[in-house]
């Protein structure tokens, strides 16, 4: 099969949120999105790399959070896009997220994120884990202006992440939830959730005080961690879900895998092709991270259709040797994050 085939550009697919805000009606996401959450060292490059995938990847949608650090420079690059007219604010779609350090003040951190991108609204706001932190002030933070707490906050003598168990991790989305459904409040247009594993789902849709289902999961979701049972899970309930770090994240290992290297022999494409069209394929959505600009403008675009069989022979990657590529510290006490080779990622 050449390049050339017509097959639509991922740019021109959209899939649809079914949220239950009132009076929003039904509201479409972009399915690949610019990922950001760059190296440190490396992120005021995101400014480029979002300007190169809008105006070059013709990406319209932009996955971001508080806790990358990159919003500033997000910001930057939307203003530029938007002052040369060819773009709007209401042509992209742009997510951030509310880090467990604000658990108990999503509204703050929405401000926060805000202020940074430079915007009014943003078109959804992810709870990032089902976690709260503690919130300790950066040493040489002096509690003026915008405090600046410690991201994933560790205990000084045990190095254990310091995960309050006992506080109510639900507090973060009730809250959303509050800003989403007030009237008088506009910055934001769904709401939804990252890191939720299906039993957590359960016990958030279940509870008396939750009345917006969440729009989007937001979950690891690649070749060996192809989440079958909590994308069925999702997709019963009308959650649609989101794949991070679809390339097995730093040096895009996945790239690397015989039968990610095969399929992109057989259709003449690129491994980055196979992996983005093997979730498409399967109804979600994937936000690929890259800071290489020829990579932006040209390689999250081109569209494979990939057989049943494809897509299978690919989950029987992950259903053979599961391996979750984000295993954090903190994240022990969520099952299903509790090891790597061990991980039955569901
Ligand atoms: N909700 C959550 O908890 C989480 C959300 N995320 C979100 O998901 C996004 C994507 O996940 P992320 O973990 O960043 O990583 P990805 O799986 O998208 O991988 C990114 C890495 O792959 C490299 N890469 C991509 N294509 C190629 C290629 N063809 N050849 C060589 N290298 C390649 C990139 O390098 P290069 O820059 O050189 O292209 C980059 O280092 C994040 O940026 C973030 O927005 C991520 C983790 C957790
Ligand atoms: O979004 C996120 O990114 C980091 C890893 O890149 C992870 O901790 C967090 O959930």
Redesign the pocket.
């Known amino acids: 099969m050449s390049k050339s085939q017509s097959h639509p550009s991922t740019t021109e697919i959209y899939f649809t949120l079914k949220n239950n805000v009132p009076g929003l009606g039904s509201q479409i996401i972009p399915v690949v999105g610019l990922g950001t959450?760059s190296p440190s060292d490396r992120a005021p490059e995101t400014k480029e790399a979002v300007i190169t995938a809008i105006e070059k990847g013709g990406l319209r949608h932009i996955d971001t959070?508080w806790?990358?650090g990159t919003e500033k420079f997000i910001g930057e690059a939307l203003q530029e896009v938007f002052s040369r007219g060819k773009v709007k604010r209401e042509d992209l779609f742009i997510t951030t997220?509310v880090w467990p350090v604000y658990w108990d003040n999503a509204s703050e951190s929405i401000d926060i994120s805000l202020k940074d991108l430079q915007l009014d609204y943003v078109d959804l706001v992810l709870q990032?884990?089902p976690l709260c932190f503690p919130k300790i002030l950066k040493p040489g933070s002096n509690g003026n202006g915008v405090p600046q707490y410690i991201g994933?906050p560790h205990d000084s003598e045990t190095g254990e992440p310091l995960v309050e168990s006992e506080k109510d991790y639900l507090t973060t989305y009730k809250q959303l939830q509050s800003i989403v459904l007030d009237p008088r409040d506009h910055r934001v247009k769904n709401i939804g959730v990252?890191?939720y594993p299906i039993g957590y789902l359960n016990k958030l849709l279940s509870d008396p005080d939750i009345k917006i289902t969440p729009a989007i999961n937001q979950v690891e979701i690649n070749p060996q961690c192809p989440q079958l049972e909590l994308a069925e899970f999702c997709h019963e309930k009308g959650i649609l879900m989101t794949a991070?770090?679809p390339m097995g994240?730093s040096g895009a290992p996945i790239l690397k895998l015989p039968e990610i290297v095969e399929l992109a022999k057989k259709y003449n494409c690129s491994g980055n092709d196979i992996v983005i069209s093997y979730l498409i394929r399967r109804g979600i959505v994937v936000i690929p991270r890259s800071l290489n600009l020829q990579r932006i403008a040209k390689d999250f675009q081109n569209y494979i259709l990939l057989t049943d069989e494809d897509v299978d022979n690919i989950n029987q990657i992950g259903i053979k040797t599961p391996f979750r590529h984000?295993d954090?510290d903190?994240a022990k006490s969520i099952p299903g994050f509790t090891g790597r080779t061990k991980t039955k990622a569901t």
């Open positions: 959450a959070a806790f990358y997220k990032h884990w994933v990252s890191n991070y770090s994240s984000i954090e903190f």
